[in-house]
C-alpha cells in the first residue's frame, strides 16, 4: 500500500435520508444513519484491497484524458467519519 493518498468517506444527511460522501461524490441514499455507516465501512474496506494491475482512462478536472497503469498494490488509505 502506497499510502500517498487517502480517501475519508462522510457519513452526512442527503435527498431526505443519509449518504456517505467522498471527494464531492455522494453514495446512494439510505433510510438511517447506521445504514450510510456500514455502507461506507464497506466501500473504505474495499478501498483497500489489493488487485491486479490495470489499466484506468479518466478525465481530469480541465476536460483532458489521461491513460494510466493502476498498480494493483498501489492502494489508498482510508477512513470513515460520521
Known amino acids: 500500500m502506497s499510502g500517498d493518498l487517502k480517501v475519508v468517506y ?3 444527511q ?3 435520508g443519509w449518504a456517505y460522501k467522498a471527494g ?3 453514495s446512494e441514499t439510505f433510510a ?3 445504514l450510510a455507516l456500514a455502507a461506507a465501512r464497506t466501500a ?3 478501498q483497500t484491497a489489493p488487485g491486479s ?3 484506468i ?5 480541465n476536460g483532458v484524458w489521461h491513460e494510466e497503469l493502476a498498480h494493483g498494490d ?6 470513515v467519519k460520521g
Open 53 to 55: 494491475d490495470t489499466g
Open 74 to 79: 498501489d492502494r489508498p488509505q482510508t477512513d
Open 14 to 16: 442527503h435527498d431526505g
Open 44 to 46: 473504505a474496506r474495499e
Open 32 to 34: 438511517s444513519h447506521d
Open 10 to 12: 462522510t457519513v452526512v
Open 57 to 61: 482512462s479518466y478525465e481530469d478536472a
Open 24 to 26: 464531492g461524490t455522494y
